[in-house]
């Protein structure tokens, strides 16, 4: 099934100049990026974007984090995107996740790894959402 998923490289992976690498990734894949942002994330959208986990320990530390400097946030398309994007992202601790996935090459530390996708169609309708804006979003064709 086709679908949309929301991702986003944390200010880490922006900081760190990872952007055109982590991009590449997606499209040498086959997925089609229709959204890209870069963008100061405040507070209030940080806290909301984030609100399954309020009641956590690290919850105060990841929405300073998240709100440090600029994150890309992006709406990547295609065939199964949210388990595919999942299983490129790898495990939430990078030292969990598989080598060849991007937490796995590119971090080291769960507070800092890297990259965020969504982990259901429903967070990814209410992620996109959340930070696009429709006419953010470019349906287009791709060529193979
Ligand atoms: P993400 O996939 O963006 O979703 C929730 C985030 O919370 C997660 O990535 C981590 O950045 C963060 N997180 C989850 N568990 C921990 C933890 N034990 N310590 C610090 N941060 C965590």
New binding site residues.
């Given amino acids: 099934m086709i679908q949309k998923s929301f991702v986003?490289m944390?200010p880490d992976a922006v900081a760190r100049r990872l952007m055109g690498k982590i991009l590449s990734r997606f499209e040498e894949k086959g997925l089609q990026i229709i959204g890209v942002k870069l963008m100061q994330i405040d507070e209030e959208l940080a806290k909301t974007h984030?609100g399954e986990?309020a009641d956590?320990p690290?919850f105060d530390?990841?929405v300073k984090?998240i709100t440090s400097s600029p994150s890309l946030a992006m709406v990547i398309k295609g065939e199964d995107a949210i388990s595919t994007i999942r299983k490129m992202v790898g495990a939430?601790?990078p030292l969990e996740a598989d080598l060849g996935t991007i937490r796995g090459d590119y971090a080291m530390d769960?507070?800092?790894?890297i990259?965020?996708?969504s982990d259901s169609p429903e967070s990814a309708e209410r992620e996109i959402s959340l930070f696009f804006d429709e006419d953010e979003i470019c349906e287009y064709s791709i060529v193979d």
């Fill in positions: 986003m944390k984030y986990h956590k690290f530390d990841l984090y939430t601790n769960t507070g800092r790894n990259i965020h996708a």
